[in-house]
Structure formats: C-alpha cells, structure tokens
T-cell receptor
Framework: GAVVSQHPSRVICKSGTSVKIECRSL??????MFWYRQFPKQSLMLMAT?????????EQGVEKDKFLINHASLTLSTLTVTSAHPEDSSFYIC?????????????FGPGTRLTVL | GQQLNQSPQSMFIQEGEDVSMNCTSS?????WLWYKQDPGEGPVLLIA?????ELTSNGRLTAQFGITRKDSFLNISASIPSDVGIYFC???????????FGKGITLSVRP
C-alpha cells in the first residue's frame, strides 16, 4: 500500500515551453501532497505544499507563478513549470501523506527528470 | 532553511558488515523517518519513529528515536550489495506537516 506514481518519468522540452507533471496516489487518499526538486548529489528541496481544494503554500524563494500547483482531488496533484528555462532542469519528486492518518509519513513518487534545452 | 545533520557524506563498508548512521538536530521533532533513495528514483520509506526512546526494526534495519528527540540512528546489519544507496533522515513536527531532511549519506558496499 501507499503507492505514488508520477508522469512523465522523463521529459525533454525546449526553452520557453510549459511542462506539466502529474502526481497520483494510487491506493490511498492524500490529504496533502508535497513537491520537491533535487539537484545531483544533493538533498530534497521542498518547493511547495498543497492540500486538496486549496491554494498551495510555497517555500521562500519559489516563484508561484512559475511553478503552478493544482491539487484538484484527493488522489491527484499537478505541477506545471511555465516558460521553462535550462536552469529549471532538475529531478522533480512529489510525495503524499495519507488522509485520516495522524502521522508524518510521506510516500514519494519515482520522480520526473526534466531537461530544458 | 534548517537541515538535519548527517555525516559523513559517504560510507564504504564490506559486504556482511554492520553499519550505523546518525542524524542530529538542534530542534526537537515529534517524528523521525528514515528513507533510502536509489539513483534516479524517489526515496522509499524504511522506518518511521513516533516516540522518544522507541526502537523499531524492519528486517536487517533497526532505528531508534533519541530520548532528547533531537537525534536518531539507523543500523543496517549484515550488509548486502543492494543496500547501496543514499540514506536520508527526516524530522517531522505533526500530522501532514512538512519534513526537514538531512543531506543524506551515500553507502557503498564492497562485495
């Protein structure tokens, strides 16, 4: 149980285009979903926290107009990187925490490798 | 932002050996979590700890929640090649709250 999927797993796009990444909890309802980015050989950097039906909370320094997050249902959150540039190239990972569970466990998706040319 | 302290950055052990990893913080956490990440994959939850002093096992893995609530350790016994990866500790403060991560320890296992 507690499986999270991400789609696509890998995407290459041209500079200036927008890319949408989906995060789904497959066998549980997720109260909260988190979006991280990770640079090579570094730890996870939290970008934003999203709760179903409400606006995402962005971490300091993360542009909300550039990284649009939508959490339309208890099993789906999307991250859209708008007007992508090469410096947005990174490994993006989502995680989800379970509804009705009073714990702090986050279950991670397999990640999406974004390359902007 | 705050980050948990994990060191050294890399550890090299022989297959069959035990290894211990520590994670410390200047702040108190209510939850300690240990994750393992393989290259190109998302982190996988290994062990979750919720009570100060708690000792929990998951197969060859054992983790403890420090009494002061400011530290945790993870032990891997009788290491095998598939234990290779990056081990992250994470601290949480409440249900569905964001986690604070350590920088991770890269474990290499020599056959």
């Amino acid at each position: 149980g507690a499986v999270v999927s991400q789609h696509p797993s890998r995407v290459i796009c041209k500079s200036g285009t927008s890319v949408k990444i989906e995060c789904r909890s497959l066998d549980f309802q997720a109260t909260t979903m988190f979006w991280y980015r990770q640079f090579p050989k570094q730890s996870l950097m939290l970008m934003a926290t999203s709760n179903e039906g409400s606006k995402a909370t962005y971490e300091q320094g993360v542009e909300k107009d550039k990284f649009l997050i939508n959490h339309a249902s208890l099993t789906l959150s999307t991250l859209t990187v708008t007007s992508a540039h090469p410096e947005d190239s990174s490994f993006y990972i989502c995680s989800a925490s379970r509804k009705f569970e009073l714990d702090n466990e986050q279950f991670f998706g397999p990640g999406t490798r974004l390359t902007v040319l | 932002g705050q980050q948990l302290n994990q060191s050294p950055q890399s550890m090299f052990i022989q297959e069959g050996e035990d290894v211990s990893m520590n994670c410390t913080s200047s702040s108190i956490f209510n939850t300690w979590l240990w994750y393992k990440q393989d290259p190109g994959e998302g982190p996988v939850l290994l062990i979750a700890l919720y009570k100060a002093g708690e000792l929990t096992s998951n197969g060859r893995l054992t983790a403890q929640f420090g009494i002061t609530r400011k530290d945790s350790f993870l032990n891997i016994s009788a290491s095998i090649p598939s234990d290779v990866g990056i081990y992250f500790c994470a601290g949480g403060t409440g249900a569905n709250s964001k986690l604070t991560f350590g920088k991770g320890i890269t474990l290499s296992v020599r056959p």
